[in-house]
């Protein structure tokens, strides 16, 4: 069990640099995953996952493999995006999800050209599932920057979020300018996408969000339980992940949405609240 589980840790400093990242990734992703599923705009965090890919194609034409550029290029990306996206849904008869599916996609396949007319099948697969075994300390700094300030905001907005997560109307009528937080938290989806990206490629950065999250929802149903039952989770998945990763050489980054995957598989039958088990008593 020790080496197994202890030993790889122990021996190698990159997986503990790993370990690092997924708990400063954990920190952050998993509060917003749990307000994307309470505001139930999962589908919405996928494509703004995705909707990143041509600034990131952008900044990797311009500086090669640079984490820097790429993720300044896919911050401006996926603002661009959400910011249509939500103007759209305001003055038009469309609503937000089918406007963010429709710019997610000509933005998803605008950046898998980009990448292939300078790169290769490495870069682009380097691009879209990440290597978290060898994220440099500039992204470190970044990714703890972003999961601080990610932290700091949600306290300061807590409640008007909430408010706003579970009724919308109510916020409007007494002039609470619910659409100010909408553009805040969409702020911060688009930031830590990108944060995670840099760990987990563009394709598997959602999973570290939104699998804990949901998985969490079949656990209990108090907001913050919520939240801690996410970040728990999402920390078991990523150690787990790492250490399957190392001894059977699979990519760490699909290796730990996998597992967080069976997280949510296991609470969707056996969970406390809602689950196959609880249903199947229930009638």
Same mark, same amino acid.
């Given at each position: 069990?020790?080496?197994?589980?202890? !030993?790889?840790?122990? +021996?190698?400093?990159? @997986?503990? #640099?790993?370990?690092?990242?997924?708990?400063?990734? +954990?920190?952050?992703?998993?509060?917003?995953?749990?307000?994307?599923?309470?505001?139930?705009?999962?589908?919405?965090?996928?494509? %703004?996952?995705?909707?990143?890919?041509?600034?990131?194609?952008?900044?990797?034409?311009?500086?090669?493999?640079?984490?820097?550029?790429?993720? %300044?290029?896919?911050?401006?990306?996926?603002?661009?995006?959400?910011?249509?996206?939500?103007?759209?849904?305001?003055?038009?008869?469309?609503? !937000?999800?089918?406007?963010?599916?429709?710019?997610?996609?000509?933005? %998803?396949?605008?950046?898998?050209?980009?990448?292939?007319? #300078?790169?290769?099948?490495?870069?682009?697969? =380097?691009?879209?599932?990440?290597?978290?075994? +060898?994220?440099? #300390?500039?992204?470190?700094?970044?990714?703890?920057?972003?999961?601080?300030?990610?932290?700091?905001?949600?306290?300061?907005? /807590?409640?008007?979020?909430?408010? !706003?997560?579970?009724?919308?109307?109510?916020?409007?009528?007494?002039?609470? =300018?619910?659409?100010?937080? =909408?553009?805040?938290?969409?702020?911060?989806?688009?930031?830590?996408?990108?944060?995670?990206?840099?760990?987990?490629?563009?394709?598997?950065?959602?999973?570290?969000?939104?699998?804990?999250?949901?998985?969490?929802?079949?656990?209990?149903?108090? @907001?913050?339980?919520?939240?801690?039952?996410?970040?728990?989770?999402?920390?078991?998945?990523?150690?787990?992940?790492?250490?399957?990763?190392?001894? /059977?050489?699979?990519?760490?980054?699909?290796?730990?949405?996998?597992?967080?995957?069976?997280? /949510?598989?296991?609470?969707?039958?056996?969970?406390? =609240?809602?689950?196959?088990?609880?249903?199947?008593?229930?009638?």
């Amino acid at each position: 069990m020790y080496h197994f589980f202890i !030993e790889p840790f122990v +021996s190698y400093a990159f @997986l503990n #640099k790993a370990l690092v990242v997924c708990l400063i990734l +954990s920190l952050s992703c998993s509060p917003i995953g749990v307000l994307l599923v309470l505001r139930r705009m999962s589908l919405m965090g996928d494509a %703004l996952s995705h909707s990143v890919l041509p600034g990131v194609a952008v900044g990797y034409m311009i500086a090669g493999l640079s984490l820097t550029a790429m993720g %300044l290029g896919g911050l401006i990306a996926g603002l661009l995006v959400a910011l249509l996206a939500t103007l759209v849904s305001r003055y038009t008869q469309l609503r !937000e999800d089918a406007s963010f599916v429709g710019f997610y996609l000509i933005a %998803l396949s605008l950046g898998a050209i980009l990448i292939s007319l #300078k790169g290769n099948s490495v870069d682009l697969m =380097h691009i879209l599932f990440g290597d978290i075994l +060898s994220v440099s #300390k500039d992204s470190l700094v970044f990714m703890a920057s972003v999961t601080s300030l990610t932290l700091i905001v949600i306290a300061i907005i /807590y409640r008007p979020l909430v408010v !706003e997560c579970f009724d919308p109307i109510f916020m409007r009528s007494i002039g609470a =300018h619910g659409t100010i937080y =909408h553009i805040i938290f969409m702020f911060l989806v688009v930031i830590n996408m990108v944060s995670a990206f840099q760990a987990l490629g563009t394709l598997m950065a959602l999973g570290l969000v939104m699998l804990p999250a949901i998985a969490s929802r079949f656990w209990t149903t108090q @907001l913050w339980k919520l939240m801690l039952f996410s970040v728990g989770i999402s920390l078991i998945s990523s150690y787990l992940g790492l250490v399957l990763s190392f001894h /059977y050489n699979w990519p760490s980054g699909p290796a730990i949405s996998l597992i967080a995957g069976v997280f /949510y598989v296991f609470s969707l039958l056996i969970g406390h =609240h809602g689950s196959v088990l609880r249903t199947c008593k229930n009638a």
